[in-house]
Every structure is written in structure tokens, then in C-alpha cells.
């Protein structure tokens, strides 16, 4: 029987030829990754296990996202406690404020990742890897632990589905768009343990910013892991940021997958996941008028380069409208600078929104653009459930930058349509 | 292995949000992540929750962020088990970790109402709801499971294991 592309990185760093969905396996691991909320509770369990040292100094990545710059002193405790351990045990890639960045945005940007790679990460977006022909996945604190003691996991191996995908993206339609159209379409638990495999001719039409987007959201519909395929577009960008040996695996011709979605690209259209599940999807054109009271464009999911090239674009010369608070967060601070230096962060000022260092911030309601009772947001983020973004009567609906910064100037939920007209 | 107590019951897709919002997790203290245990969804949990008691959720329960900090806030609010029609994978992960048993079953999950006295006998694979005289099958714990559930953890489970 053929193998996935994820059954094939898991049979290889199993040390084994082949593997069939359902089977346990234990596999050695590339990367093991953790950030300020989840770490402190790994390194508990961690000095529970009683080992010296972490298995790989150069190995575990430790970002401080969530809450920093600490945002009060139950926080500072917390980043403290992750910065300590890094230097006691000397992890070489422990990242702190100023040469950071939201996790998964970082992870590839500094060459950490690599296709074929086999990562763990205690943050349940550590799937965005996919997107370089990585197997990643997200796991508790207690695997974190475990891998950082020993440099390897157990794993269920799963099944796959695959989409697809034909032809191309129309003009101000992303990467985002076409994940709420999926999570629409198969639902939350619509992957459920399963791996969300993408192919076909429409891949190469992706930019990566836009499989990074799309792989980031496989968790937002049960799977396990989302990935692609590794093209030349991967390989350029592979090139461009990563020192490290890479390993291409492909899917076999024979390969057997639960299900298989073909998705004709220029068919997908501006679309909105509604509260409070990012299934509850619709596409932009012809809702009624839901007005709102932020926006915010950033985040794991949206916080890259071409997701600020996008937003600029459309608020160039253009104002938020009056009594809507718009916030930015570039994802790392290399994407901060190169935003200054095409003049993005400019245009995002003068249109009136409030620029913030790279941090988590407000996509998971932690600091910096917290939601009160009644409000509404529009994020670029990946999550609305009831209270993500602040209190629990607060809403938060899900969407492209594009979507975002239209929504901005018109303040309300609108297609750039309506904005460029 | 033997549980019993009073039904808490939720819908689908319960997720870590709601479980225990992100605004308490500056801390990692199980007790504070207790004290705010389900208040997004229910205010009343916290107050009227009692040892031995179980959740009972629908579809996709657990999903959404990777905090182990849900399961341990389940945990530390004295609940014994959690049943569902389906969990979320890397919840169901971080829950046997720690120690906090846990039973998919459709049928049992769907007939539960809040207030049921529930029990779940994990060896022999059976849930009975006494409130409505139904009993219904599920797969034992495999023995590796019941391992760890019993030590209180997988870290408990592995030191138990070199102390032998
Ligand atoms: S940006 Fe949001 S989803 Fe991404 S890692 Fe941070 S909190 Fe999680």
C-alpha cells in the first residue's frame, strides 16, 4: 500500500520502511518548541522527570509570544522562568523580545524548519510547518517535557485527505480565504486525527505566505497536520533562510486517502467565518450590515509580509473610520523592519491604526486590543470562539487582511469591493 | 478502576477557550486555573462542581489551542472523568499525560442530561447511567492507559516504572 507524504516523514524518522494508518510508532524528533504559556508548565514536568539536560542544545526553540512584553507580573514571572531554564541549559535558540516573533511565523524565517523535518511544538498552530514539507504538529506541555528530555515522541500514524486544488486565486482573494472555504466546507472536526494533504496544479500558483496561512489552519478542522507539497517556490524560500540539510518526501502515485476534494481555485471568494467557530464561514458579498468596533490584522495566521502588503494596499490614502480601532502586529521583527522599509508602516499609521511589536496580543485576548461586552471584531487571526479575543459576550469574525482592511475604512464587513469601487 | 458522580453537560465542539480562557494563563497553578474552570459557557460550574463529578460534552470536545492547562483545570475542579461523543486529538493527548481519565462514547455521551448520576468502570469498559438504568460498552483502557491514569500522570507513570 503507498504512503502519504506524512506517513512517509513519520516511517523515516522511525527507522522504518513503511508504516499503515493507526499504528504507534516512536520518532525521533528535529525540533521540539515551546512559548511562554506552555513552557513553564513543561519545565515543571521536565525537573519532575529528573534529567540534567535537554536532549539537543540546539534542538528546543523557545519563544516568549504570548504575554510579552509582559504584560503584568504573573507574566514576567512566567517569561522569566522560560529565559532561566534556556540559559541553564544552554538551548541555543531561545528568542527574546527584540529579536523575536510569534512563533510560527519565526520558526521558518530563521532557518529552523526545513522540509522533511519531524516537529513537536506545545502551541497547537506548530502545524503552519506543513507549509515547507515539514510534519508538525501540536502537543501539551507533557510531551514538550518528555521530548525535550529524550528527542522523541510517540505518534498515532494517521490517515490523510486530500485537496486538490486547480487554477488559480482570483485578484484580492488569499490563501485565508481559501481555508475558511475549506473549514466551511468539512467543519471543525471534518479532519479530526487525519493529516490534510494539499496537491495538485494549483499549488505552484500559492505563494508561501499563503501556504504558511493555509497549513496554520489545518488544526481549525481537527487534523493533526496540514502540508504541502515542496516545489520550487519552497526550495527558493528553504535557499533564502535555512542552512540546514533538507529532505524532500513525496506522496506515492498509489498513496490511499479517506477522501479527496477537488477545488477549482478561481471558484473561491472573499469569505468571513462568523462567531463563534471558524466553520460558520460565508462569503463577503451580499451580508447584511454588521458594524464593528476593531480590527485587527497580525497574528500567526496573518501576520507576514504579503499580509501587510495587502492591508497597505488597500488603506493607502484611505482612513479607518471614525470610532473603529484598528491594530497591526507585524508577526516578527524582521517583518517589522522590511514593513518600515517599504513604507507599510507609514501608510498603517496614517490611516489611523495603532502599530504594535511583534506579540500574540490580542489573538488569543491575552493584551493589547482586548474586546469588551457586546463589541465586534474583524481579525485576521484563526480562532473566534466565545470570549478568544476578550470577554465572552464580545464577538470576533474571521478573515483575509484584504477583508480586514476594508472592513477598517468602511466600518463594517466588507469585501475590498465595496472600498475600491 | 472506578468513577461515579453528578453529569455537568455541554454541546459540540467545547473548546480550550472556554475550558479556561487564555486571560488566566499567566498562571500554571492548578488551583487558580480550577477557580475559573468553565465560566465562559457556565458561570455555575465552579461553585456547584464536587469530587467524583463528570463532564459530559458532544462532538470535537477539547479543541482548539495545545494548553495542558484545560485538562489540569478540569482536573483540579475535582472532576473524575470526562465523556464525549469525540475529543479533540491533542486534548485527548494532554489528558491521559496527566492523568485525567477519559471515555469516548457517542451513545452514552448522547443520552447523559445534566443532574444524571453517572458511572464509569474503566477496566471492564462500561458506562452506566443510573439515573435512566442504561449501561453502555466501551474498549478497556489498554493496560499501558490504565497505567498511567492510576500513577496520576505519564512523569508519575515512567518514575513508578524505574523505581520498580
Ligand atoms: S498568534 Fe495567536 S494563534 Fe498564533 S501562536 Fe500566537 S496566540 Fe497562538
Known amino acids: ?421 | 478502576m472506578k468513577v461515579k458522580g453528578t453529569v455537568f453537560k455541554y454541546g459540540d465542539n467545547v473548546d480550550t477557550d472556554v475550558i479556561i480562557p487564555a486571560r488566566y494563563l499567566n498562571t500554571s497553578d492548578p488551583k487558580e486555573l480550577a477557580a475559573h474552570c468553565m465560566e465562559d459557557i457556565d458561570t455555575g460550574f465552579v461553585s456547584k462542581v464536587k469530587t467524583g463529578d463528570l463532564i459530559v460534552g458532544g462532538k470535537n470536545f477539547g479543541c482548539g489551542s495545545s494548553r495542558e492547562h484545560a485538562p489540569i483545570a478540569i482536573q483540579a475542579s475535582g472532576v473524575s472523568c470526562v465523556i464525549a461523543e469525540s475529543f479533540a486529538r491533542i486534548f485527548y493527548r494532554n489528558a491521559v499525560n496527566i492523568g485525567l481519565p477519559i471515555v469516548e462514547s457517542p451513545e452514552a455521551a448522547r443520552a447523559a442530561a445534566a443532574g444524571d448520576t453517572v458511572s464509569v468502570d474503566f477496566t471492564a469498559g462500561e458506562i452506566v447511567n443510573e439515573t435512566k438504568g442504561e449501561t453502555y460498552r466501551v474498549p478497556p483502557f489498554p493496560e499501558f492507559m490504565t497505567k498511567i491514569i492510576a500513577a496520576g500522570g505519564l512523569v508519575k507513570a515512567l518514575r513508578a516504572e524505574e523505581n520498580r
Open chain 1, 1 to 421: 500500500m503507498g504512503m502519504t507524504m506524512t506517513q512517509k516523514i513519520l516511517a523515516a524518522h522511525a527507522g522504518l520502511e513503511t508504516v499503515v494508518p493507526g499504528q504507534l510508532i516512536e520518532a525521533d524528533l528535529d525540533i521540539v518548541l515551546g512559548n511562554d504559556v506552555t513552557t513553564p508548565v513543561a519545565i515543571n514536568v521536565f525537573e519532575e522527570i529528573g534529567k540534567q539536560n535537554v536532549f539537543d542544545k540546539s534542538k528546543v526553540v523557545i519563544v516568549p509570544d504570548h504575554f510579552s512584553p509582559n504584560k503584568d507580573i504573573q507574566s514576567a514571572t512566567q517569561c522569566r522562568r522560560c529565559r532561566t531554564f534556556a540559559a541553564e541549559k544552554g538551548i541555543e535558540n531561545y528568542f527574546e523580545l527584540g529579536e523575536m516573533g510569534i512563533e510560527h511565523a519565526l520558526l521558518p524565517e530563521k532557518g529552523l524548519v526545513t522540509a522533511g523535518d519531524l516537529v513537536i511544538g506545545a502551541d497547537s498552530h506548530t502545524c503552519t510547518y506543513g507549509a515547507l514539507g515539514a510534519f508538525s504538529t501540536g502537543v501539551g506541555s507533557t510531551d514538550m517535557a518528555a521530548a525535550m528530555a529524550g528527542g522523541k515522541c510517540w505518534f498515532k500514524v494517521p490517515s490523510a485527505m486530500l485537496f486538490r486544488l486547480h487554477g488559480k486565486l482570483n485578484t484580492y482573494v488569499s490563501g485565508k480565504d481559501l481555508i475558511l472555504h475549506i473549514i466551511g466546507k468539512i467543519g471543525v472536526d471534518g479532519a479530526l486525527y487525519k493529516s490534510m494533504e494539499f496537491g495538485g496544479d494549483g499549488v505552484a500558483s500559492l505563494t508561501m505566505d499563503d501556504r504558511f496561512t493555509i497549513a496554520n489552519m489545518a488544526i481549525e478542522a481537527g487534523a493533526k497536520n496540514g502540508i504541502f507539497p515542496v516545489d520550487e517556490k519552497t526550495l527558493e524560500y528553504i535557499g533564502a533562510h535555512s542552512k540546514k540539510p533538507y529532505r524532500v518526501f513525496e506522496a506515492d502515485a498509489d498513496a490511499v486517502y479517506d477522501e479527496v476534494f477537488d477545488i477549482d481555485l478561481s471558484t473561491i471568494e472573499q469569505t468571513v467565518a462568523f462567531p463563534h467557530l471558524p466553520e460558520n464561514t460565508r462569503t463577503v458579498e451580499g451580508l447584511p450590515e454588521i458594524k464593528i468596533d476593531q480590527v485587527v490584522i497580525g497574528s500567526c495566521t496573518n501576520g507576514r509580509i504579503q499580509d501587510l502588503r495587502q492591508a497597505a494596499e488597500i488603506l493607502k490614502g484611505r482612513r479607518v473610520k471614525k470610532g473603529v480601532r484598528l491594530i497591526v502586529f507585524p508577526a516578527t521583527q524582521a517583518i517589522y523592519l522590511q514593513a518600515i522599509n517599504e513604507g507599510l508602516i507609514q501608510t498603517f499609521v496614517e490611516a489611523g491604526a495603532a502599530v504594535s511589536t511583534p506579540t500574540c496580543g490580542p489573538c488569543l485576548g491575552g493584551h493589547m486590543g482586548i474586546l469588551a461586552a457586546g463589541e465586534r471584531a474583524v481579525a485576521t487571526t484563526n480562532r473566534n470562539f466565545v470570549g478568544r479575543m476578550g470577554h465572552p459576550e464580545s464577538e470576533v469574525y474571521l478573515a483575509s487582511p484584504y477583508v480586514a482592511a476594508a472592513s477598517a475604512v468602511l466600518g463594517r464587513i466588507a469585501g475590498t469591493k465595496e472600498v475600491l469601487k
